[in-house]
């Protein structure tokens, strides 16, 4: 591989790809390389930065994946579930490494990422923030300490465009609470409530979801007994931070062949027992 990382972003035109092309372009050892956008949209052949909003890259925005192969090292990939499939297959075949930023995938879709790392290596995670995922391991400890004890209930907000609900983030901290107290969470999840629900169920796991304004992303677990609460709660309040996530896990799965690895592997939190 060359010195220099050449890194590919999909969906450069979307909120999170124009901050990923600023966030590749500030970095170090990394250069936007090729950038795409879909079929139809008005910015094909418009140049990366340009959209990004920091100056010309010399990148054009193209219509498909596949018009760039062999231009980059690595993708970085923040659009829809479809899409990311699509980019995905290609990716497997040519061989390049992928950090895949997309939410909402579907549990096959999510097997077809797994398969995928039997070719190639990948970082895939709903959230890509250092302090969620340092929040990812509070929890853990937080539901070991109280879990059987207390209710557990996740709350979270995002902007009005975003179209996936409860958010990535927010399932995968249910997953990981779920984990630590020997919970399946297709069990015990309960998603909003309305009605004559009857007395809360001290087993379950409830979410509750608010799309409002222009909200980057907030997450708020709540351990709650009878007099006492312990709240965890992550306030993202800039893309970039996702952004330099991504760039980081860009830059960490370069020098792998293949696997699929996640934020705590990046981060080295995996290693801390
Ligand atoms: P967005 O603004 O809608 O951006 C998605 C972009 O992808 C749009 O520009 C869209 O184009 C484009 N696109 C659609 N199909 C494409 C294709 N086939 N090829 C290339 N580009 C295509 O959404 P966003 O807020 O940036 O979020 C994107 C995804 O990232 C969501 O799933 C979101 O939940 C996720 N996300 C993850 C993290 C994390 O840390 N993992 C953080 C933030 C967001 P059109 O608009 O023209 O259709």
Same mark, same amino acid.
């Given at each position: 591989?060359?010195?220099?990382?050449?890194?590919?972003?999909?969906?450069?035109?979307?909120?999170?790809?124009?901050?990923?092309?600023?966030?590749?372009?500030? $970095?170090?050892?990394?250069?936007?390389?090729?950038?795409?956008?879909?079929?139809?949209?008005?910015?094909?052949?418009?140049?990366?930065?340009?959209?990004?909003?920091?100056?010309?890259?010399?990148?054009?925005?193209?219509?498909?994946?596949?018009?760039?192969?062999?231009?980059?090292?690595?993708?970085?990939?923040?659009?829809?579930?479809?899409? $990311?499939?699509?980019?995905?297959?290609?990716?497997?075949?040519?061989?390049?490494?992928?950090?895949?930023?997309?939410?909402?995938?579907?549990?096959?879709?999510?097997?077809?990422?797994?398969?995928?790392?039997?070719?190639?290596?990948?970082?895939?995670?709903?959230?890509?923030?250092?302090?969620?995922?340092?929040?990812?391991?509070?929890?853990? $400890?937080?539901?070991?300490?109280?879990?059987?004890?207390?209710?557990?209930?996740?709350?979270?907000?995002?902007?009005?465009?975003?179209?996936?609900?409860?958010?990535?983030?927010?399932?995968?901290?249910?997953?990981?609470?779920?984990?630590?107290?020997?919970?399946?969470?297709?069990?015990?999840?309960?998603?909003?409530?309305?009605?004559?629900?009857?007395?809360?169920?001290?087993?379950?796991?409830?979410?509750? $979801?608010?799309?409002?304004?222009?909200?980057?992303?907030?997450?708020?677990?709540?351990?709650?007994?009878?007099?006492?609460?312990?709240?965890?709660?992550?306030?993202?309040?800039?893309?970039?931070?996702?952004?330099?996530?991504?760039?980081?896990?860009?830059?960490?799965?370069?020098?792998?062949?293949?696997?699929?690895?996640?934020?705590?592997?990046?981060?080295?939190?995996?290693?801390?027992?």
């Amino acid at each position: 591989m060359a010195d220099e990382i050449r890194v590919a972003v999909a969906g450069a035109g979307g909120r999170m790809g124009r901050t990923l092309v600023n966030a590749v372009h500030q $970095t170090d050892g990394l250069a936007v390389s090729a950038a795409t956008e879909q079929t139809e949209s008005g910015l094909l052949g418009v140049d990366a930065g340009d959209v990004a909003g920091i100056g010309p890259l010399g990148v054009a925005i193209r219509s498909d994946l596949d018009e760039v192969l062999g231009e980059f090292d690595v993708l970085i990939d923040f659009t829809t579930p479809d899409a $990311t499939m699509h980019n995905l297959r290609l990716c497997r075949d040519a061989r390049a490494r992928t950090v895949i930023g997309t939410t909402g995938l579907s549990p096959s879709q999510r097997e077809a990422v797994s398969e995928a790392a039997i070719d190639i290596a990948l970082v895939y995670a709903p959230n890509m923030s250092v302090g969620v995922n340092l929040c990812f391991k509070l929890l853990e $400890t937080a539901a070991r300490v109280m879990g059987d004890d207390v209710d557990i209930e996740i709350v979270e907000a995002h902007h009005r465009h975003k179209v996936d609900a409860p958010s990535g983030t927010a399932l995968r901290m249910g997953e990981v609470i779920a984990d630590a107290l020997g919970r399946d969470l297709n069990q015990v999840a309960v998603y909003g409530r309305q009605g004559h629900t009857g007395p809360r169920e001290r087993q379950t796991i409830g979410f509750e $979801t608010i799309r409002a304004g222009d909200t980057v992303g907030e997450h708020t677990v709540w351990f709650a007994a009878d007099g006492e609460r312990v709240e965890i709660t992550h306030r993202a309040s800039s893309r970039m931070t996702f952004a330099r996530g991504a760039v980081r896990a860009a830059k960490w799965v370069a020098g792998l062949e293949r696997g699929q690895f996640d934020m705590q592997d990046v981060l080295g939190l995996n290693d801390q027992g």
